[in-house]
Nanobody, 116 residues
Framework: EVQLLESGGGLVQPGGSLRLSCAASGFTFDDYGMSWVRQAPGKGLEWVSSITKDGGSTYYAEAMKGRFTISRDNAKNTLDLQMNSLKVEDTAVYYC?????????WGQGTQVTVSS
């Protein structure tokens, strides 16, 4: 079965950095695009970033451009999100997602808290 496991979240001060990772299994990873989405406290889901199956193209929400970098390692079946210059408003649960055979799959999420 499809499994996605996020890790790397934690507490960081404004202006700091974190690197999130997602370990994927149960499907042919390099056949599918991947995305990160997040949910801030009391708010709905927000798309963060996406990457094509071969890593050739990346896409970012406007608020993340210049600060976040999405990448993937198809040999290791992993997806990463490097987050720099973090802001308080980046506080959220971050999820790794993919669409596999017409269905959306999610991990359990990893908590990112940006606070002084």
């Amino acid at each position: 079965e499809v499994q996605l496991l996020e890790s790397g979240g934690g507490l960081v001060q404004p202006g700091g950095s974190l690197r999130l990772s997602c370990a994927a299994s149960g499907f042919t990873f390099d056949d599918y695009g991947m995305s990160w989405v997040r949910q801030a406290p009391g708010k709905g889901l927000e798309w963060v970033s996406s990457i094509t199956k071969d890593g050739g193209s990346t896409y970012y929400a406007e608020a993340m451009k210049g600060r976040f970098t999405i990448s993937r390692d198809n040999a290791k079946n992993t997806l990463d999100l490097q987050m720099n210059s973090l802001k308080v408003e980046d506080t959220a649960v971050y999820y790794c997602t993919t669409n596999y055979r017409g269905r959306a799959y999610w991990g359990q999420g990893t908590q990112v808290t940006v606070s002084s």
